[in-house]
């Protein structure tokens, strides 16, 4: 969630200016890796008697309205829309654009597109689904090049000064321990600001994959200061991932070790992960993880700013809710009463037994999107989510 559209929202709230029926009137966007135009042929198993040649989509944005309507926003795989995607999309938030920054542009990565299949970054309008590329993550004229891009978060400066777009990319840096990138919202430049093999900017990670913002405050994990949580599912006690804190600057401290029960609940796989703000409660950072909970069917996590969690939603127990599979992405909704939106692809069934969930802050689940309803738009796989 953008820092000013967070400060609009809670502004509303204390206003009596958002009610229960006003609380989900936002606009999402998933991304859908199993939608889109063929890009390429890819094989089940290169040089093998039984390897067999398997299409490979551009993959799709979807907008999702607050009845849980879903409509095609943009195909990777239609150059008629803008430069093509590889057949990988990832990572996926927006930022403000336009007049008074009242519009949105949406961002998106891609880990192998761009040049030499470094990765790349997209901008999309979400009103005609048009694409540029933002930053190619192969092109040294643009700066600090990358590998695999996977992760997007955007932060507002003060007054509109200092808007940036940070990417994390787990396969730059040194002995490949993933980057930090600092990416120029107008022109693409990118500075790689943190190294994640570097002990010299902190605790080293492993496989950094998921970004968010968190924004100032007295009740903030930062502080009087913003700065960015880094989400790395390799890293930590028995490699069961770690969430770092990293400031502006690129220095990095490690928040919570998911490994370690000392610390609460312990991750299994953690996927993606959020930042939430109430007008009167502290921040939590919540982490998807798609294999804990009960029977392996996903868990929400939630992390206090000492580093502290709970599981907070179970997917495998029915008494919380619509049972998932297989959680991935997750975003707060932007309406400042500390809801999320948690995306699960069913393990990729065939046909689609997608959701999208709405978790409250007390972990019951809700059914925001139906991906088996096709009156409700296109839907197969979605693994990242957004809202404003």
Known sequence: MQTRRRLLSLAAIASGLLGS?????????????????????????????????????????????????????????????????????????????GLLGLSQTLLVTDGFAGSNGAGALFSINPGTGQRTLLSDFGNAAQGAVGKTPIGVAYSNGLLGLGNTIYVIDNKAGTNQGGALFAVNPSNGERTLLSDFGNTAQG?????????????????????????????????????AGAVFVVDFNGNRTLLSDLGNNAQGAVAVAPQQITVTQTLLGPTTILVADNEAGTNKQGALFAIATDGTRTLTSDFGNGAQGPEGIGP??????????????????????????????????????????????????????PVAITQW
Request: glycine content about 14%; hydrophobic content about 40%.
């Open 328 to 381: 991935s992405g997750v975003v707060a909704t932007a309406d400042g009463t500390g809801n999320v939106l948690v995306t699960d692809n069913f393990e990729d069934l065939d046909p689609t037994q997608a959701q999208v969930f709405l978790v409250t802050p007390v972990g019951q689940r809700s059914i925001y999107s139906d991906c088996t309803v096709t009156a409700q738009g296109p839907c197969q796989a």
């Open 203 to 239: 605790p080293l990670g492993v496989n950094p994959i998921a970004i968010a913002v968190v924004p100032a405050g007295v009740l903030s994990v930062l502080g009087l200061n913003a700065g960015l949580v880094v989400l790395d599912d390799v890293a930590g006690t028995n490699n």
């Open 21 to 97: 029926a006003a609380a989900l009137a936002q606009t999402s966007a998933t991304v859908d890796p199993g939608l889109g135009t063929q890009v390429r042929v890819g094989q089940t198993d290169p040089g093998k008697s039984d390897n067999t040649n398997v299409p490979i989509l551009g993959g799709a944005l979807l907008s999702i309205n607050a009845s849980g309507t879903r409509a095609l926003l943009t195909d990777f795989g239609n150059s008629a829309q803008g430069p093509l995607g590889s057949g990988a999309p990832g990572g996926i938030t927006w930022m403000p654009s």
